[in-house]
């Protein structure tokens, strides 16, 4: 089966505080989102891969994909108007029977593992979408108070959301509403059930300058 990863690299990153997009900080002397590509392009032969850029950045995209030495696995498309507008944008590019992987491109830690375990279940049941436990304690703001509920029953959702292609390519032609938070949300919006499967500590975003910081010490381990 064709295996498709839309790297999901079309934000600013306005939290990071930086006039360069999070994507294209550097990290141990490469790009965040270089890993990204690089991993999985590793996992699978036949990957290919949808890279989301935002307007204003090919040439960084261009760059950036001649440097992973693959170039002819990858396809460059602009992003769009909110996440969901950026994935919509790059699963145009995805044909025929496939697996899709959507991932965000800063999410450079997302091991080869679990881009694996991801795909066998896709098969399998039509989705995977990785989620850790949370362990801080949860609070739901009501009214001007708060009410504490169990973190057990609470999952911090991450990437890749993998889906066959029969699932995602007709969700992702519906309508835009803001409760479209993820490809998960979409895909439940349409009537599908989505099954989860174990994520990943250390398949951390890249958000603020501390998060950097992080994940230089975790690659340096690696």
């Not at 603020?208 to 690696?222: G, H, N, S, T, W």
């Amino acid at each position: 089966m064709k295996k498709y990863a839309v790297i999901v690299a079309g934000g600013t990153g306005t939290r990071m505080g930086s006039v360069v997009p999070k994507q294209f900080l550097q990290l141990n002397g490469k790009p965040v989102i270089g890993y990204t590509l690089e991993t999985f392009l590793r996992a699978y032969e036949d990957m290919q891969v949808i890279l989301v850029i935002p307007a204003g950045f090919e040439e960084e995209g261009k760059r950036l994909i001649q440097q992973t030495g693959a170039p002819g696995r990858i396809q460059m498309v602009q992003g769009g108007e909110t996440r969901f507008h950026s994935v919509q944008n790059g699963l145009q590019k995805v044909n025929g029977d496939a697996v899709v992987f959507v991932h965000d491109g800063v999410r450079c830690l997302v091991s080869e593992d679990l881009i694996r375990r991801c795909y066998i279940q896709a098969v399998e049941k039509g989705s995977a979408i990785p989620a850790v436990a949370v362990n801080d304690s949860i609070r739901i703001v009501e009214g001007d108070g708060t009410r504490a509920i169990d973190r057990s029953r609470v999952l911090a959702v991450q990437t890749p959301q993998t889906f066959r292609s029969e699932i995602i390519l007709p969700v992702f032609q519906q309508h835009y509403s803001t409760a479209f938070t993820d490809e998960a949300t979409v895909a439940e919006a349409a009537g599908y059930q989505v099954f989860m499967i174990a994520g990943e500590r250390e398949n951390m975003k890249i958000t603020l300058p501390a998060d950097l910081v992080i994940a230089e010490q975790l690659l340096k381990k690696r």
